[in-house]
């Protein structure tokens, strides 16, 4: 892989980390989304490996906890479905 797959796996992956502070959470799964409506075309067409590595691990969220062998799972998927 050349240095532009890294960067924009790098990228990727920080917009897509969720954050917080005292006041909100953070999450720039919506920006992404907003700014780029077409970004899984583009995806697909230009750098498929990005999907998987980069932007459909930045749509799952998942528990730090183990509960009865179980790890709590989120995914946001709804820019790739819609409504």
């Known amino acids: 892989c050349d240095g532009n797959f890294h960067m924009a796996s790098y990228i990727m992956s920080d ?3 969720i954050r917080a502070d005292r006041e909100a959470y953070y999450y720039g799964r919506e920006v992404l ?3 780029h409506p077409d970004i899984i075309f583009q995806l697909c067409r230009d ?10 691990e930045g749509l ?3 528990s730090k ?6 790890i709590r799972v ?5 820019e790739l479905f819609g409504e």
């Open 65 to 70: 906890d183990v509960e009865n062998g179980h």
């Open 15 to 17: 917009l897509l980390m």
């Open 33 to 35: 989304f907003a700014k």
């Open 74 to 78: 989120n995914y946001y998927i709804k």
């Open 47 to 56: 750098a498929p490996s990005l999907l998987c590595d980069s932007l459909f």
């Open 60 to 62: 799952m969220w998942h």
